[in-house]
């Protein structure tokens, strides 16, 4: 605790005021460290066999990884109007209006363009209005949860 007290007085000795009592600044912070360090301990949760731990899962990172990948192959499928469009107005964040200006077309045009390409994106990933936007398989879900995956 003295260690830490001397870092976070070293890392804030800005906020020490000249002419004040150093002794007691530091007492301060020891005594902020010190509660700081039982109210984490109340937290805490004592696992010596490690069986919480056990239940214990994360969703693999790949899974998003994966999903990307297969929307890019998606993606380039699309004709290059369409893709422009989701660009401009999807991943970018331009208006309707300032896409449509910039590609020198009508409102109508790029909003057209982006819906279309929006379906057929949706088609080729195999999206419907029921489908989850988890970017996490079945059977990592069912793993996750401790179920056994569902035969399809």
Known sequence: MVQDTVVKAWTNIDKFE??????AW?????????YS???????EVSDADGIFAETLSVKPEHDGKLQMTDFKVAFEKLPDEQREALILVGASGFTYEEAAEM?????????SRANRGRARLAEILDFDDNS????????????????RPVSR
Do not use: Y
């Open 37 to 43: 360090s039982r109210r984490k301990l109340n937290r």
């Open 18 to 23: 000249a002419g004040t009592n150093m002794r």
């Open 132 to 147: 989850s936007m988890e970017l996490t398989d079945q059977a990592t879900l069912a793993v996750m949860s401790g179920n």
């Open 26 to 34: 530091l007492f301060t912070i020891l005594r902020n460290t010190f």
């Open 103 to 111: 590609c020198g077309v009508a409102i109508g045009t790029i909003k």
